[in-house]
């Protein structure tokens, strides 16, 4: 068996397949308030989800993997527990810092604007306490690491927003160069294994304590590659709180 966690802007889904890719198992978290969504609203929703899932598919979990909404960021401690608010993936207060980052970045960087993950760690960084920060993380980075013990992972899906250059496989200079980019995630290919589930959690959710936790992806990434496109050319949309069209490019 294994488990997928999506947590959007409304609430988390889980889905459980089998080796074969059959739906095994689904279930739904609602945000009491999801515009204004904590940290600790994701994390009621990762427990109340792993409470629910059926004995015998919780003891059978080969793997598990988490998506959460693109550019949805905080600051944490050593412990993982949020030493900022989270900013939410339509959070544009980060204007001034957009700014800043166009006057260092290489020209047209996506990731130069208010709603995306640099932005956002600029202005985390230079408004909040961050004496006791040790990550900035996304927000699937973040819910895995508490699964995993494995604390500033992320995949380069969630930290293409960020700055990361996919082409190269690294953090580039510019990015480096800002301040406090010590706090900035290793980042692994989505999918890749981060470790496996930490002994405490898999006893008391009756998990399969060889349950590996993989590296994430956005939401509307994930949604892509769930529609199962192999051809380029394909478009994709997806529908919620936010319309997102994705296409396969040969490059």
């Known amino acids: 068996m294994y488990l997928g966690i999506d947590f959007g802007t409304s609430g988390a889904r889980a889905c459980a397949v089998d080796h074969e890719k059959n739906i095994a198992w689904e279930q739904h978290f609602a945000y009491p308030e999801p515009a204004r969504q ?36 905080l600051l944490c401690d050593t ?15 980060a204007q001034q810092q957009a ?18 993950g640099l932005a956002k760690f600029l202005w985390l960084t230079q408004h909040g306490d961050i004496r006791h920060a040790a990550y900035f ?23 293409l927003k960020t700055g990361y250059d996919v082409g190269q496989l690294c953090w580039p200079d510019w990015v480096m160069a800002l301040p406090h980019s010590q706090l900035l995630p ?17 006893e008391h959710f009756s998990i399969n304590p060889q349950c590996a936790i993989h590296a994430g992806s956005t939401d509307s990434t994930a949604a892509f590659i769930a529609s199962g ?11 919620g709180t936010t319309l997102v069209l994705k296409q396969l490019s040969a490059q």
């Open 229 to 239: 496109v192999r051809k380029t050319g394909i478009g994709v949309t997806s529908l």
């Open 79 to 93: 412990k993982l527990e949020p030493c900022s608010s989270a900013l939410l993936y339509n959070d544009d207060r």
């Open 137 to 159: 993380l996304h927000q699937s980075d973040w819910l895995s690491a508490l699964l995993s013990g494995q604390p500033g992972i992320s995949d380069y899906h969630n930290a």
């Open 186 to 202: 290793q980042v692994l290919v989505p999918g890749g294994i981060v470790g496996h589930i930490q002994p405490d959690i898999a």
């Open 38 to 73: 904590t940290p600790d609203d994701w994390r009621t929703a990762l427990h109340t989800l792993l409470i629910a899932l059926p004995h015998a598919i919780a003891s059978e979990l080969q793997g598990l993997a988490i998506d959460g909404t693109s550019g949805t960021v």
């Open 99 to 116: 700014g800043q980052l166009r006057a260092v970045a290489p020209g047209g960087n996506p990731a130069c604007t208010a709603t995306t």
